[in-house]
């Protein structure tokens, strides 16, 4: 579709952000303290190993060799899709994150379902009633969504609706029936800092002679909202959008675990807890290529449809 | 004039903005059915409140008083709902900038055939073509499908008067509509403009530009009118002291009007005691600094008037 | 039904500002106060006193190792406000630092800062935050790192195009003609107005550091125990909140309140100093 079409220079400097982050986030293994062959065997289940299985294990991470050879095979291996083996189970990295998948996806479409439900009718409710309580209110509530950490909501939703009050599922199995809690909980700070973007942008649309000559025309109050104001708001705005959505992905890994949702996210924490090195570089790369796929085809998709944001090129 | 032929009767129109500006003190004016009229004025002199009247597009909180009576109905009296009903049917309207007039996302037809959809119908097939075409457009049957940064601006601008008259309004208010063109364009348009309504109500701060193209000329001073005639009399014969100066005035593209006189217009927050245009006037008397002058023959002046 | 006017946005944010620095005092006094009169330990174990209701001798109760509530409440949140201070003066001195380079030396120096940058913008924050505590293992040590690590590169961005904006100003210029050199010329001319631009984001950005070391330290990555914190507290009662729900409400309404606070502080302030930049 010609809409998603990237220039060559973007995609040129894609590909350079991309290798140069991953650059960092296999350096990042540098950083661990203490001897990287005996936090293997530790991660593994071997506190307490000797000598020869130290030396095997220097000889599996390649200690031996320099850093940039390192580097550059473990860069060779992930562009072909091995992202090595988990040190806890052994199992490729890739087909664990593979199990998970999916509940990580059901709780990602979930939540932008949630954000676009909250975030349309409060947003038009705003721009409607301008300056009068409705927006007072959406106002307020905005700023409070914001500073409602989602780990904490999804803490409270738990213990008090589901535990207390027994509305819904105890456990949270991946399926549809239970991903309200943890959807609610991710998609109240991305509502919130949505609704307080797209008003602004429809009162910045408002107020224009645009909506002054479709006023001209006979159109109704709604009608320039919702085909006018919004549109353009949100063409506008996409490429902050995208940013938050970004913000979502560390949330998420929290949310999970804190619900015991079975997906990727809760995978890291339980990786993070295990100093399970490969499975954190693992999930750092994919959500950063996921991560500027995403804010890169936003910021084309912008362009194309609004030209005054400049050209691709 | 008869009361049927005449489209649009301001009677002591007063508007005071939410922000306590006065803007119209007192205004006054008529257009009948095939005549066209310019209001003339510095800006801030309240001519663009005079199209925001008549539109309804005021904001809300501003304090009217008087009467604007639109091909019948005074729009001062009518509700939200039954104002806009004339809007786009009954009143069209054509703005300075024919960029800002079209919604950036859409295609050109798609921005013209907005004048049938806004009020509820579709464009008749063809017809959008057709009327771009009878503006001067040639290939528009290619060229609509393209976005409005594609084209220029006299061409944007001849599209967005296909939309406004696209239901042959009773009164078509154009506030400023070729000040953002060049001169050879300007008046092309104003021959469009001419040629496609009913009766017509231009605001500008050009005389020179617009004297051969309308019947009257309203001059506009600090939301007064201080004089009201012929069009061909107000330029080979201008009778108020305001006026002398706009027509003496010179027009250069990109910077304010260059009246030549000292001094600034009056504070519109404030009342005003007297004639407006006194403290600036080169022929102001004493009574004129305390008593406001009416319109007599067209001219608001002690001055004038006295001398007969 | 238009033009509500600037006027209206600046009640709205003013009710935000008092209302922010209402909280804000209210909590900042009752650290204050409580911290000198309060004088049951954060840290006293009891096991006479487990799971306490609230009571005048425990106005929050105890928790599962009969530790005051209260007392606790209050240690952890001197203790994240210090650790979030330590944490945003490191970021704005850093990217102060490099910001500044950056836009005055141009060229080779401008054009590696500026892709260290963006590689390190184009990994989520949180996510970088929360990987190199895994890394680093659990700790406060880590926290800070990891945090600083995840911000720098937005401040420095900022304070560069800020230092480009102000190479070429009058006053700048004018110092230079005057032949003050290049150092003293970026203190005195380019520096003040950098940084004080770096606190407002700093302030904007109080609320979500909070929030980051609370969630953080609840999954006990952050402030490792016994030291209290707002996170690992409710991370710690996770299993006797059915019998003991004060323990939930306490800290939870602690961090809401406080990142309220610092947000419609920080918000204000921003809007403010937006205001009055394109007055």
Redesign the interface.
């Known amino acids: 579709m010609r809409l998603w079409r990237p220039g060559l220079s973007r995609i040129v400097q894609l590909i350079v952000t991309l290798w140069g982050a991953s650059v960092v986030i296999w350096s990042m293994i540098l950083l661990a303290p203490g001897d990287p062959a005996r936090r293997l065997l530790i991660a593994r289940g071997i506190p307490d190993p000797l000598a020869e299985d130290v030396a095997a294990a220097r000889r599996e991470l390649r200690l031996d060799q320099p850093v940039v050879v390192r580097y550059v095979r473990w860069l060779g291996d992930v562009v072909r899709g091995d992202f090595g083996a988990s040190w806890r189970t052994n199992r490729s990295v890739l087909s664990e994150f593979g199990d998970r998948f999916g509940a990580t996806a059901v709780l990602g479409v979930a939540t932008m379902v949630f954000v676009v439900v909250f975030t349309v009718p409060m947003t038009l409710i705003a721009a409607r009633w301008r300056e009068r309580w409705p927006d007072k209110v959406m106002q307020v509530g905005s700023s409070i969504g914001t500073s409602l950490p989602s780990f904490l909501v999804s803490l409270v939703l738990l213990h008090v609706v589901v535990l207390e009050w027994g509305w819904g599922q105890v456990l949270s199995d991946g399926s549809v029936g239970s991903v309200w809690l943890p959807a609610s909980a991710l998609s109240i700070g991305v509502a919130a800092t949505w609704t307080r973007l797209l008003r602004g942008g429809m009162v910045g649309v408002l107020d224009t002679s645009l909506a002054d000559i479709c006023r001209s025309r006979g159109a109704g109050p709604w009608r320039i909202m919702t085909r006018v104001a919004l549109p353009n708001a949100l063409v506008r705005f996409l490429p902050f959008m995208a940013l938050t959505v970004g913000a979502l992905v560390g949330g998420a890994a929290v949310v999970e675990s804190v619900v015991d949702w079975p997906g990727m996210g809760a995978y890291l924490v339980d990786a993070i807890n295990a100093r399970d090195l490969p499975v954190i570089q693992a999930y750092v790369l994919l959500a950063t290529v996921a991560y500027v796929v995403t804010a890169n085809g936003a910021d084309v998709l912008a362009r194309r449809l609004d030209p005054r944001l400049g050209i691709e090129r | 004039m008869t009361n049927a032929s005449v489209v649009l009767d301001i009677a002591t129109l007063d508007v005071t903005y ?2 306590g500006t006065n803007a119209l003190r007192g205004v006054s004016l008529r257009v009948g059915t095939g005549e066209r009229l310019a209001v003339i004025g510095e800006s801030g002199c309240g001519k663009t409140t005079i199209a925001r009247t008549i ?6 909180g501003s304090r009217v008083a008087g009467s604007a009576i639109v091909a019948g109905s005074d729009v001062l009296a009518l509700s939200e709902r039954s104002h ?2 004339l ?3 009954t ?3 054509v ?3 024919p960029y ?6 859409w295609s050109v037809e798609r921005n013209v055939a ?2 049938w959809r ?2 509820g119908c579709q464009p008749p097939t063809g017809h959008v073509v057709a009327a771009l075409e009878r503006l001067g457009i040639n290939d528009a049957a290619a060229r609509i499908r393209q ?1 409005p ?1 594609a084209w220029s601006g006299g061409m944007l601008q001849r599209a ?1 008067i296909a ?2 008259t696209a239901h042959r309004p009773a009164l078509l208010v154009a506030d400023e509509p070729t000040s953002a063109l060049d001169a050879e364009l300007a008046s092309d348009i104003l021959e469009l403009l001419d040629s496609t309504s009913v009766a017509l109500l231009i605001i500008t701060h050009d005389v020179h530009l617009v004297a051969q193209h309308v019947h009257r000329i309203v001059v506009c001073y600090a939301g007064r009118i201080v004089e009201d005639r012929a069009a061909l009399d107000i330029c080979e014969q201008p009778r108020h002291p305001y006026t002398r100066a706009l027509l003496a005035a010179r027009i250069e593209p990109g910077r304010p009007l260059g009246v030549p006189l000292d001094g600034d217009p009056p504070d519109l927050s404030q009342p005003i005691v007297g004639c407006s245009f006194a403290p600036r006037c080169p022929v102001a008397v004493e009574r004129c600094l305390t008593e406001q002058p009416g319109l007599v023959d067209g001219v608001a002046c002690h001055v004038v008037n006295d001398r007969g | 039904m238009r033009l509500g006017g600037i006027g209206a946005r600046r009640r709205t944010g003013r009710i935000g500002l008092i209302v922010g620095v209402v909280i804000a005092v209210l909590m900042i006094g009752t650290v204050v106060i409580g911290s000198i009169t309060w004088d049951l330990s954060p840290s006293a174990l009891s096991l006479t006193k487990k799971l306490e209701r609230p009571s005048w001798q425990h106005p929050l109760g105890t928790d599962s190792f009969g530790r005051d509530q209260f007392a606790r409440l209050l240690d952890g949140g001197r203790r994240s406000l210090s650790i979030a201070a330590v944490i945003l003066a490191g970021v704005v001195t850093i990217s102060l630092a490099l910001g500044v380079l950056a836009g005055l030396a141009g060229g080779v120096v401008d054009s590696a800062i500026s892709r260290v940058v963006d590689v390190l913008l184009s990994i989520p924050s949180t996510l970088l935050a929360l990987a190199l505590v895994g890394v680093l293992g659990p700790g406060l040590v880590s926290l800070m790192i990891a945090m600083i690590t995840s911000l720098w590169a937005g401040y420095t961005r900022i304070a560069r195009s800020l230092t480009i904006a102000a190479r070429n100003r009058g006053d700048v210029l004018a110092a230079r003609q005057a032949g003050r050199g290049w150092v003293a010329t970026t203190r005195g001319h380019i520096v003040p107005g950098v940084v004080s631009q770096l606190l407002v984001l700093a302030t904007l950005d109080i609320g979500g550091v909070l929030a980051a070391i609370a969630s953080l330290s609840f999954l006990g990555l952050g402030v490792q125990s016994p030291d209290a914190e707002w996170g690992s507290m409710l991370s710690e009662s996770r299993l006797f909140l059915t019998n003991a729900p004060w323990l939930l409400a306490a800290p939870t309404a602690a961090i809401v309140l406080t990142v309220l606070a610092a947000n419609l502080i920080g918000e204000s302030m921003h809007d403010r100093l937006v205001m009055e930049r394109t007055r």
């Open positions: 939410p922000n539109l309804g597009l005021l904001p809300s806009r009903r809007r786009g049917t009143i069209g309207y703005a300075q900038s800002d007039a079209m919604n950036p996302l907005e004048a806004a009020v976005r940064f967005a939309a406004a």
